[in-house]
């Protein structure tokens, strides 16, 4: 029996997908459990990729005509209180403070003190309390649309956390929008989950659909929540990021009004969408492998390494004086509207450890150069998607690092897309529907995206249940023809995605 | 009598300064009181300036070696107990969580359930729950420096707050850095203040002093506070930033150790060093005047704003045309190594209050622009820090924009460093000191920085306090000469600067 080929990562995605997700993360220096529980810190790799899509999405907001404020990161008791819908899906998860003093107690230690006459939760999403600050801000129609976004930490007190995809605190960015009629506040929600689909598909190089959630995923207090969902190695959904239409529903628990040309007074009509950190889970596990992490290179913090080699000073000297003018070379080139981002890497350890360490956390390009390699002009380069490594010219690569990264993010996205839509089927009843999502083995990945007519969600929630199956949405495009649905035989208007999902 | 001039702000500096400084705010539109007490909302151009200051600060710290990372917000309550004077310093205003949920109450309303163990507390700073992490990752000497920056909102229970100058909730930066050696990490807090200080001096335009905390004034767990001092316009100090060697205080309390070359296992030394919000208020109070704030060029998120004037469709036609093409030669234009920041504010609004709006903003130049001037191939310009506008030939504007603006820079360094220096003296005895600092006229404004010898902070407490004086710094510069405390005649080898503050 041949021996398995030796990868960086143990257990491999196939041995075990869950365990593979927190190696990949450790040994590519992402993040780490903190010893609070269910908070994460964000290690520095971890956060300059985070801080790449940051300035991204934020020039996309800014682009569609969005400006960033800051709110307070507590909310008022009383105002989750306003919209029924809105508390019952976050009082059940939410960090609340109610006191504001510590004191020594008897034993030596502390304990809280000076109890607050109203309790404050930390905020799990800000709704109410910008809804109270718009309430202000919105008099007349001259003041609408309202654009704001606002990048902040955010609590949700879950019980089972995973690094990145549900943790306690989380990053993101939420933004809150107050229109003057219905029409404008959709086709925001609908501008915006278009500007996430953009960033997932054309930076991140993740393939996703675009749909509307069902009546029972919708955020609590939506009209309607359009999603962009993605599918991860192990053919499971994951939410990339959320819209959502609010009508009314807030400027009334809020008093939102304004006054419309008309003279009358009205109740606005308000928008929120938000991706957050999870973002990064999602990245990790489109596009890592066996060997760790795999950067898109359009987000990657350093696309390219360069490894210098040489035995002794003399080489040294001459080693480095060459990737620096090598690495000056390549910066002066641009990729995707931006010049080319290169680092050498000379910390003293050993080559092959080095280079592990830098496939590990996923940079795209990675250069050796020794002594060799500069008497024929050369560099040896291993592209992070790509198993072998090879000889380039030096004149070459200086000329064709946009294109190799341009082709790498493209191959990374072609990639993903092949996968999910290997993994996709379209399904026409409940036999298909439960050996589908139905392993043979316990462990095995099985399942995928099954697309289904379906006729409504109450008299299919067992089924769902039963096989831990969700609706993922109900996709946007290419989905006008009726049908029946797969588990009831009743008229169906629209196909729904269903997914096991994170 | 003569009638007094008109000016956008009431009350003025003279009439009452901390309203006139609300007043700027809210005419500035940079931020506002929150339903959350003590918690502010940081409006759309507040916000543009404290993202211009981020920008810069981190391009600062990323040049001086440092990574951003990010970590939790809450504090473990036996975290805050390590450290017994971090404790005393921090326990008596923070707020407190110690629910995980809410549930509905008998009155149909909600109350905190789920208690937690052990209460968390949100970060009024990190040193204790960074250090936890920290010690994790030191193990050896080849791990030092570790050198970390995290952008964070913290919280601090401040019972009586004023906007951006003190708030329950601000936004800052921490830095966190360990090293083997005490006299690495008085080099690192060093090199952070002067950090502080370029910044200060050459993007706020704020003239500031370095110096050393006393024991008294130091961040609690500190074995040395450096810190950064401005004067305000009411000749009160302002703290602008901090820097704290920690010695072995924190690396003791959190176990943060080393093997050293040597083999042996050593703990680590510390610092810390941090801006906050608090910058803003700082910018304010230094360069804004009766008619409003006045934003020095580095830091404006817009630097030249024009405005179109026009009666009639044809005209409008004819000027957004010529404004357009202007503004694209403007932003070609370059000063302090980046393109010129410029904005049409072609909103439908009467001339004069269009105008009122960007100089209650601060916006650094302004430029009208109608019928008439496109005739004579001019504009009108009116510069921020000058009352009297101009007329100025197009292709001369264009040419010398960076120029202006950098005059325009350095123009509002020299009026608040002599304003500075008009109000700084030296004093060698308590009764000269006591009248420095007593005004005759109980609302007037009054002294301003006493440079003094002194022998020892406790023999001269309680004439500070009768007099709400504080020691600021012991300057670091110029300050070798021995002398006798102005107090209590002892001999005394430094100076320190004393001044009434915020
Ligand atoms: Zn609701
Ligand atoms: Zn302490």
């Excluded at 230690?109 to 930390?122: D, S, T």
């Excluded at 675009?210 to 192990?234: C, H, N, W, Y």
């Excluded at 992490?293 to 001459?318: K, M, T």
């Excluded at 070379?329 to 450890?353: H, K, T």
Aim: net charge negative; charged share 25%.
């Amino acid at each position: 029996m041949a021996k398995a080929p030796q990868n960086a990562i143990s257990p491999s995605r196939s041995e075990d997908y869950p365990q593979w997700y927190q190696e990949v993360i450790k040994a590519a220096d992402l993040a780490e459990n903190s010893p609070v529980r269910g908070c994460m810190v964000i290690k520095p790799w971890g956060y300059r990729l985070w801080e790449n899509m940051q300035r991204a999405l934020d020039d996309m907001f800014k682009a569609t005509g969005h400006q960033n404020a800051y709110f307070p990161i507590f909310i008022p008791m009383s105002f989750l209180e306003k919209e029924a819908e809105h508390v019952e899906g976050f009082a059940k998860e939410c960090a609340v403070v109610t006191h504001h003093r510590l004191e020594p107690d008897p034993d030596g230690g502390l304990r809280p003190a000076g109890k607050l006459e109203e309790p404050l939760i930390v905020r799990p999403t800000s709704e109410t309390i910008i809804g109270a600050t718009f309430a202000k801000w919105v008099q007349s129609h001259r003041d609408l649309p309202l654009l704001i976004n606002q990048w902040a930490n955010v609590v949700r007190w879950e019980m089972r956390t995973r690094l990145f995809l549900r943790t306690a605190e989380f990053l993101w960015q939420e933004g809150h929008t107050v229109h003057a009629t219905a029409e404008e506040a959709i086709e925001e929600t609908e501008r915006m989950v278009a500007v996430y689909a953009d960033f997932a598909e054309n930076w991140m190089a993740m393939p996703v659909i675009v749909g509307a959630k069902t009546p029972g995923e919708r955020f609590p207090g939506a009209v309607e929540t359009l999603s962009i969902e993605a599918m991860m190695q192990d053919r499971k959904a994951l939410q990339a990021g959320t819209s959502h239409f609010l009508g009314q529903n807030f400027s009334k628990a809020q008093e939102i009004m304004f006054q419309a040309e008309s003279g009358e007074r009205e109740f606005a009509w308000t928008t929120s969408w938000g991706v957050s950190t999870r973002l990064i889970g999602a990245l990790i596990m489109t596009h890592s492998d066996d060997d760790g992490f795999v950067l898109p290179p359009r987000l990657a913090p350093a696309q390219v390494v360069i490894l210098p080699i040489y035995r002794d000073d003399e080489q040294r000297a001459a080693v480095l004086e060459y990737v620096e003018s090598l690495k000056s070379e390549l910066q002066s080139q641009s990729y995707a509207d931006a010049p080319v981002r290169v680092e050498i890497d000379d910390r003293d350890m050993r080559g092959g450890e080095k280079k592990w360490h830098h496939v590990k956390r996923g940079v795209p390009i990675r250069l050796e150069v020794g002594p060799k390699d500069i008497e024929k002009n050369a560099v040896f380069m291993g592209r992070r998607d790509e198993s072998k490594s090879k000889g380039i010219d030096r004149a070459e690569l200086v000329s064709s690092i946009g294109t190799i990264l341009a082709d790498m993010q493209q191959a990374l996205f072609n990639r993903a897309l092949k996968l999910r839509e290997d993994n996709t089927t379209t399904i026409t009843n409940e036999a298909d529907f439960r050996k589908f999502f139905t392993s043979t083995d316990e462990d095995s990945i099985h399942g995928g995206f099954a697309y289904c007519h379906f006729a409504d969600e109450e008299s299919i929630e067992p089924l769902l249940k039963e096989l831990k199956v969700t609706i993922r949405c109900v996709p946007r495009d290419n989905n006008d023809t009726p049908g029946t649905c797969f588990a009831t035989g009743k008229p169906a208007e629209k196909q729904a995605i269903f997914a096991k999902a994170y």
